[in-house]
C-alpha cells in the first residue's frame, strides 16, 4: 500500500490504494492504517466514520468506512472508478465517545486501465 501519512486528533493516518496501480474499472479499495501517536499502537474506537471521494469538483458518497477484518487499526472502503484521474478522499470520523469530528484528506490518481493494456497479437500466434 503505497503510503501518504498525516496526523489529526492525536492519531497517525496512513492512506493508500490497493491493488497498485489504481486502475478504472477494476475493483479498488482505499484503505487507512491508524495508529495512536502516543505508543504507535492501532487505533479501533472510530465512531460514523465514512468518506467522500471528490474529483474535478464533483462528490460521491458519503460511504461507510469499515474496519478489515484480523487487521487492528485498518479501515477501508471499496470502489470502481470508470474515470481517470486525480481523486480526494476526506475521510470523517469521530473518536470514541468524543463529540467532535475530525476530518483528513489525501490525494490519489488513478490511471487509465487501457494504458497498460498491450494490443491483440495479429497473425495468431
Given amino acids: 500500500m503505497p503510503h ?3 496526523e489529526v486528533a492525536g492519531l497517525s493516518v496512513v492512506f493508500g490504494a490497493e491493488p497498485e496501480p489504481a486502475l478504472t474499472d477494476e475493483m479498488q ?3 487507512w492504517r491508524v495508529s495512536s501517536l502516543d505508543d504507535d499502537e492501532p487505533y479501533t ?4 466514520a465514512e468518506v467522500t471521494i471528490r474529483r474535478d469538483g464533483e462528490e460521491f458518497g458519503p460511504f461507510p468506512v ?3 477484518r484480523r487487521d487492528p487499526g485498518l479501515c477501508q472502503t471499496r470502489h470502481i472508478f470508470t ?3 486525480e481523486y480526494e478522499s476526506i475521510l470523517s470520523f469521530r473518536k470514541g ?3 467532535e469530528s475530525h476530518t483528513v484528506e489525501f490525494t490519489f490518481r488513478i490511471r487509465d486501465r487501457a494504458t497498460l493494456e498491450l494490443p491483440p497479437r495479429k497473425g495468431g500466434g
Avoid: P, S
Avoid at 474506537?45 to 460514523?48: K, N
Fill in 97 to 99: 465517545e468524543e463529540e
Fill in 66 to 68: 469499515r474496519g478489515a
Fill in 45 to 48: 474506537d472510530f465512531q460514523g
Fill in 83 to 85: 474515470a481517470a484521474g
Fill in 29 to 31: 479499495f482505499l484503505r
Fill in 4 to 6: 501518504e501519512r498525516k
